[in-house]
Nanobody
Framework: VQLVESKGGLVQAGGSLRLSCAASGDTFRINAMGWYRQAPGKQRELVATITRVGSTTNYADSVKGRFTISRDNVKNTMYLQMNSLKPEDTAVYYC?????????WGQGTQVTVSS
């Protein structure tokens, strides 16, 4: 399985950005996907997850109401719509795919929010 994130970018506070993650390979075992982020000097943290069946979503409290995770199972692509961005959202964002006993990571993409 390969996960490839779209390019992030630099955005002003209050702005919006959409990330995508394209999955390829033997993706049929993946039962959930998600976005994580890691800011400098901090641990990687969960941003949002979505299940393959039913598209049940889960969000970190810090992004609830601002970020929306979605997926297109036909295109094997997951999205993260980020609105009302804050400087504290600055981080490297990683795409994640989980099977029952294994998980996969994308290479990460930088999102920088200027104040």
């Amino acid at each position: 399985v390969q996960l490839v994130e779209s390019k992030g970018g630099l955005v002003q506070a209050g702005g919006s950005l959409r990330l995508s993650c394209a999955a390829s390979g033997d993706t049929f075992r993946i039962n959930a996907m998600g976005w994580y982020r890691q800011a400098p000097g901090k641990q990687r943290e969960l941003v949002a997850t979505i299940t393959r069946v039913g598209s049940t979503t889960n969000y970190a409290d810090s992004v609830k109401g601002r970020f929306t995770i979605s997926r297109d199972n036909v295109k094997n692509t997951m999205y993260l719509q980020m609105n009302s961005l804050k400087p504290e959202d600055t981080a490297v964002y990683y795409c994640n795919g989980k099977e029952l006993f294994r998980q996969y990571w994308g290479q990460g993409t930088q999102v920088t929010v200027s104040s």
